[in-house]
């Protein structure tokens, strides 16, 4: 179903279109629309991402001798010899007297402003004061702070430095933050006192007291007195000494592919993996995604609905490589919180993800005049998602479903100025991506399930994973099924006409009767049901070419999971779907549990069934309702 097109005037106005003018004129040839580009972007990569380098006007200090070296991923380096600094590139642009941050706190508290140039005295400070501590090129500096302008400002004084920065939310508990960064050996760590959520304010002072015992190579310690005013942990620095200085602006020029930062997997089992994104590749995928697909352009504002723990957090702040500003809103989501942020800050563009808008809500008389696009992230939005955005934030608002990940700080595919917005499916390919959907046999399919691939390079995709110098873990996670081809781990369907839907990932796929059925279609389907909170589907193999396929259903509040109930999700599964949706068995469930950045845990409740134990099954630090995970335990060790 098609909920919206573009009109004539919002493409001939839009940021792709001009790229799409200007490259018109440089390459000698016409560019009609996104399909061209795309196209033209898979067929002469090389020759696309150096238009991306000239066109947005990378700074390199050094100049390029090679766009990309022949080794097959994921050894591939970009842009050998160009020496840059993503912090340098994101500070370049905007007026000093314009916003750069727009920091909002739960409750309706007015927003703190922060210039640009208060930000880059600040960046400037801090990096001099890491300088006069020792920090150096390649070391670590790791933080456990909220979203708010402190984390900004530390990533971009870090990086300024040369230095690598990872930091884990507040909301993280001590083991699954120390399973983190003490892979990393952080020199500093950066931790405020404690963050808000749903009216409360959690004390986290015992948990960084944990963090410096127990992450011993960490030389000094910055305290981010933010929740609570009483005096500083014994042997710390303020974060108003370190940021308050008047140093001039300095930056490392840092070889393309130096790491900038380490992001990690949720980790369900074992420690997590942490990715290594270098300044290069994260400084044109921030002008590629933030210029072309969100569209930004100085003075504008972006808000992402992100902790700092998750891939959208780094994601938006591409903004700031156009002069656009960013809204860092820290708090819960509940009610019309998110919305009214929106509205509040005159936001042009907003990223969050898909559960976020299944739980909205809106006030009257709320004004998103200056609301354009809607990016959703993270998992499929249901259909309901869709309706609800056109009718009560805006006709005219693009959705635009996307779908990339945390390897790439960045998305495979989305929407863009050309497409027309489909109910549960994703606009197209990105330029410069050159993913397909491919069966079991290595071969690409249109209009049927398959893996989602990526067959050529892009200069976003890790430079490595930490602490694995042979590229063995590397490979291992991406190459393992065909060499040289990443497989991302989700199954995809890429339809005729260039759109795409994401059925969830695939090694939680279910299998039935030899035909693979999503999990995302399950989800879409039984949660908009008034009657379900949530849900979770997991299929188990078992003896004998046997296949249980398990439906765990938390009621609404004051609703019983009785055959009533059970008639209703079946008749709704086989309507919607299709028989073989139907499952073998509907249980009760209490919760579901998620991981730390709020995806549902099938694969560890999936092994838990299968007879694994709990500690193999999942990294209980990684979860976010162990007692949620420990019940599936439970009932998984009373079918045996």
């Not at 008389?365 to 056109?390: C, E, K, N, Q, T």
């Not at 863009?416 to 071969?443: K, T």
Request: charged residues 20%; aromatic residues 10%; proline residues 6%.
């Amino acid at each position: 179903m098609t909920l919206w097109r573009p009109t004539a005037a919002r493409i001939e106005g839009s940021a792709l279109r001009e790229y799409l003018d200007w490259l018109a004129e440089r390459e000698g040839r016409p560019f009609a629309d996104h399909d061209a580009l795309w196209a033209w972007s898979v067929a002469d990569l090389d020759r696309f991402w150096t238009s991306i380098v000239d066109y947005y006007g990378v700074g390199f200090s050094a100049p390029w001798s090679e766009v990309r070296t022949p080794d097959p991923m994921p050894r591939t380096r970009w842009f050998t010899g160009a020496r840059l600094n993503w912090a340098e590139q994101a500070l370049r642009r905007g007026a000093d007297t314009d916003v750069a941050l727009l920091c909002v706190r739960e409750g309706g508290a007015p927003p703190r402003d922060v210039t640009w140039a208060a930000l880059r005295r600040s960046v400037a400070a801090l990096a001099a004061w890491l300088r006069a501590v020792g920090v150096r090129p390649g070391d670590r500096v790791c933080a456990y702070l909220p979203n708010t302008e402190h984390a900004v400002i530390g990533l971009l004084a870090t990086a300024a430095v040369g230095a690598v920065w990872s930091c884990c939310p507040p909301d993280f508990g001590a083991e699954g933050t120390i399973g983190r960064l003490a892979q990393l050996e952080p020199t500093v760590l950066i931790a405020a006192d404690g963050y808000h959520w749903n009216g409360r304010v959690v004390d986290r002072a015992d948990v960084v007291a944990t963090l410096r015992d127990r992450l011993p190579t960490v030389r000094a310690f910055v305290h981010v007195p933010y929740a609570f005013v009483r005096p500083a942990p014994p042997d710390s620095v303020e974060w108003a000494d370190v940021v308050s200085g008047n140093a001039a602006p300095e930056f490392a020029q840092v070889e393309f592919s130096h790491p900038l930062w380490v992001l990690f997997t949720s980790g369900t089992t074992g420690l997590p993996k942490g990715l290594v994104h270098g300044h290069g590749g994260i400084a044109l995928q921030g002008h590629l995604w933030a210029g072309l697909y969100a569209g930004l352009r100085e003075g504008e504002r972006m808000f992402a609905f992100t902790s700092t723990g998750w891939a959208l957090w780094n994601m938006q702040l591409g903004a700031l490589l156009h002069g656009a500003s960013i809204v860092l809103y820290e708090g819960s989501p509940r009610g019309s919180a998110v919305w009214e942020t929106a509205a509040r800050t005159g936001t042009d563009v907003m990223l969050l993800g898909a559960a976020v808008v299944t739980a909205s809500t809106t006030e009257p008389g709320l004004d998103f005049g200056r609301l354009r696009h809607v990016m959703v992230s993270g998992s499929a939005l249901p259909a309901a998602g869709y309706h609800w955005i056109r009718d009560d934030i805006g006709a005219d608002v693009r959705i635009d479903s996307t779908s990339g990940g945390t390897d790439v700080s960045g998305s495979f595919v989305g929407a863009n100025e050309y497409a027309p917005v489909q109910v549960g499916r994703i606009g197209g390919r990105l330029a410069g991506v050159d993913c397909a959907a491919w069966s079991e046999e290595g071969e690409p399919v249109v209009d049927e399930v398959g893996d989602l691939v990526v067959t050529q390079p892009m200069p976003s995709m890790p430079v490595s994973l930490w602490n694995d110098p042979d590229f063995a873990r590397y490979t291992e996670t991406y190459f393992d099924t065909w060499p040289g081809v990443w497989r991302h781990g989700d199954f995809v369907t890429l339809h005729a006409d260039g759109s795409l839907t994401i059925h969830g990932r695939s090694d939680s796929t279910l299998n039935r009767q030899g035909v693979r059925l999503g999990t995302a279609d399950f989800y879409d389907v039984l949660e908009t049901l008034p009657e379900i909170s949530e849900s979770l589907v997991v299929g188990v193999d078992q003896p004998d070419d046997g296949y249980w396929l398990g439906l765990f259903v938390v009621p609404a509040p004051g609703v019983a999971l009785d055959s009533a109930l059970k008639d209703t999700i079946v008749s709704t599964l086989r309507a919607r779907l299709t028989a073989r949706h139907v499952p073998d068995e509907i249980v009760e469930a209490p919760a579901v549990p998620h991981t730390l950045s709020g995806k549902k845990m099938e694969v560890p409740v999936k092994k838990l069934l299968a007879g694994r134990a709990l500690e193999k099954a999942a990294n209980i630090a990684s979860v976010d309702d162990p007692d949620a995970l420990r019940w599936y335990a439970d009932f998984a060790a009373s079918r045996r």
